[in-house]
T-cell receptor, first 112, second 114 residues
Framework: SQQGEEDPQALSIQEGENATMNCSYK?????LQWYRQNSGRGLVHLIL?????REKHSGRLRVTLDTSKKSSSLLITASRAADTASYFC????????????FGGGTRVLVKP | KAGVTQTPRYLIKTRGQQVTLSCSPI?????VSWYQQTPGQGLQFLFE???????NKGNFPGRFSGRQFSNSRSEMNVSTLELGDSALYLC?????????????FGQGTRLTVV
């Protein structure tokens, strides 16, 4: 079963615009990770935010985490055509071991 | 450092056959997890190995099994293949066990069962 729900399911923007996607989850987490996937290939790790962090930046990426609302958001600023991909959030509930539960993903299309 | 390597990249098998997929984690990483990705079910956790021991198991039938070797390389095996096993199988490696380490994924093995 999927813990996370991502919103929107699909997003179409022009190059240069910002893209924001949201992820909600159901249970307490240890950390939340965001991944990018191009055309059914492997997952590229973007950023990890721990449960005691509220915001994290990496280049053009900004991630927020609100544990009281059990939600996270990923903002991509000044988008490029190369950002066209599916984006997934994955939560780690902190049980023994590394087990990620993924959301359904947001498909982002950046038009040149 | 080399990334996570999965072999083969593509496989076509017939119903009823068995298949073995291989994953070499990032050097120094001892945790290897396997995931199945399908259009209908999304990304689902199969199992995880750490130091040659299975630590977690997802909700998959016993036809799905795995193992990890002393060099941390891992294999997963699917026996008596069904059409529904067609999927992208992804392997992830992590440096530590338990919730604080990033998981890095390989390019996946795309399995088609005909």
């Amino acid at each position: 079963s999927q813990q996370g729900e991502e919103d929107p399911q699909a997003l179409s923007i022009q190059e240069g615009e910002n893209a924001t996607m949201n992820c909600s989850y159901k249970t307490s987490i240890n950390n939340l990770q965001w991944y990018r996937q191009n055309s059914g290939r492997g997952l590229v790790h973007l950023i990890l935010i721990r449960s005691n962090e509220r915001e994290k930046h990496s280049g053009r990426l900004r991630v927020t985490l609100d544990t009281s609302k059990k939600s996270s958001s990923l903002l991509i600023t000044a988008s490029r055509a190369a950002d066209t991909a599916s984006y997934f959030c994955a939560t780690d509930a902190g049980a023994a071991g590394n087990k990620l539960t993924f959301g359904g993903g947001t498909r982002v299309l950046v038009k040149p | 450092k080399a990334g996570v390597t999965q072999t083969p990249r593509y496989l076509i098998k017939t119903r009823g056959q068995q298949v073995t997929l291989s994953c070499s984690p990032i050097s120094g990483h001892r945790s290897v997890s396997w995931y199945q990705q399908t259009p209908g079910q999304g990304l689902q956790f199969l199992f995880e190995y750490f130091s040659e021991t299975q630590r977690n198991k997802g909700n998959f039938p016993g036809r799905f099994s795995g193992r990890q070797f002393s060099n941390s390389r891992s294999e997963m095996n699917v026996s008596t293949l069904e059409l529904g096993d067609s999927a992208l199988y992804l392997c992830a490696s992590s440096q530590t066990l338990g919730g604080i380490a990033e998981a890095f994924f390989g390019q996946g093995t795309r399995l088609t069962v005909v």
